[in-house]
């Protein structure tokens, strides 16, 4: 294939912003592919519901689309469902439910956090983060699993805005509220992370970014995810009480739970432009 000039459109952020994101983090470069933000494109890939107007001379067949969301998010409505359809050769998204083509069940190949040259010892077993959102049942699972591992002894450390709510003893040193990018990950064996909502194959960052940590995701979410990341994950279940019994498990036993996990391959499953060439074919 000869050079593909891709522009990303999308509905939250431009064009600029968005080469700026793929190309920071993509630790593979290839010659054939560039991402551009002129409008000299021969390709195009539609993040969310954005609705361009694609230049002159760009078939269908070099225009897909990625959902950034899970559907409940997504906004979607009839116009873009009308614009996909027209202008779309294939959208990627988690569940396609009754949509029509060219819509198809597929990961979003989600933004994540660069990866980092050298990571810390591994002195910590295992984190969870919380934020204050509450919408979702992944929102609200997060704080019943925090509540939780709180009752117990267990050293597993909570990040994230959540930690200030009143339900929580602030005097708790597991408590870590505010994090920096890559504090719940570098130096841990394990991280408790759980999708905002459950979905086919939508999956996100939650679980991209402990992977290329090399640390073990102890995993709620996407139900298809053995299929993009095989004999990486340890599954939760939702059930708060079976869940906290393979926590505690995970902490007294951890070598139980390892996983070999190469980060050099699952940067290569998640990334963008690794994988782009096939997903236009």
Known sequence: MSLIRIRIFADFCDSIQAKKYI?????????????????E???????????????????????????????????????????AIKHIHRYYIGDVYNL????????GYLLYNMRLKELKPKNNRMSIIISQKLHQEGHKYRHVLANAILKTDLP????????????????????KG????????????????????G?????????????????????????????????NIV????????????????MNNPYNYRKNIDIDEIEKKVSLKHNVEELFE
Not at 54 to 64: A, D
Not at 100 to 107: I, L, R
Not at 156 to 175: N, P
Not at 200 to 220: A, D, G, Q, R, T
């Open 23 to 39: 190309d920071k983090i993509s630790y593979y470069n290839d010659d054939k592919i560039y991402i551009t933000d002129d409008d």
């Open 41 to 83: 494109y021969t390709h195009v890939i539609i993040w969310n519901t954005a609705m361009p107007n694609i230049r002159e001379g760009i078939p269908k067949e070099n225009v897909i689309g990625f959902a950034y969301e899970p559907l409940v998010y997504l906004r979607l409505t009839q116009d873009f469902i009308d614009y």
């Open 100 to 107: 029509p083509a060219p819509f198809v069940e597929k990961n």
């Open 156 to 175: 597993i450390d909570i990040y994230g805005r959540g930690c200030g709510f009143d339900v929580y003893d602030q005097s708790d040193t597991r408590l």
């Open 178 to 197: 505010i994090f920096e990018r890559y504090e719940p990950y570098d130096g841990y064996s394990f991280h408790i992370c759980i999708e905002n909502v």
């Open 199 to 231: 979905s086919n194959h939508y999956f996100s960052e939650k679980i991209i970014n402990p992977l290329l940590m090399n640390v073990v995701p102890v995993y709620l979410g996407c139900v298809n995810i053995e299929k993009y990341f095989p004999n």
């Open 235 to 250: 599954k939760l279940t939702g059930d708060v009480t079976a869940d906290m019994l393979l926590i505690t498990d995970i």
